[in-house]
């Protein structure tokens, strides 16, 4: 229950390893409760991703609601491609991990 300025601030990494975090909160509540969404897909494809968690939820579908795309356009990377090969390195595993959870490869891996 402890709390962290800096985990939550500066833990990027490690809060990048998002299969880990999944595998722990199944453990308690069970695969089956748990429903992931990408980000990146939702701001592209806001209203499949709506329907795919009113799908998972077993709610009806009454119409999608307005979905203003503020984040979705693309920006060029500023990041140095050493960095870049470094961060891909390591994040390989964990996003294999992840690609169990979600049926296929995260939007960032393809």
Known sequence: RAYSFAHQHHAYRGRGEYAAYLQRMAAHVGRGWIHVVESERFFTEPSTVYREVL?????????????????ARPR????????????????????????????RAPGWRR
């Open 55 to 71: 799908d998972f939820l077993g709610l009806p579908h009454l119409g999608d609601p307005p979905f203003a795309r503020h984040n």
């Open 76 to 103: 060029p990377s500023g990041m140095d491609p050493g960095l870049r090969r470094e961060l891909a390195a390591h994040y390989e595993p964990h996003d294999a991990a992840l690609t169990a959870w979600l049926g």
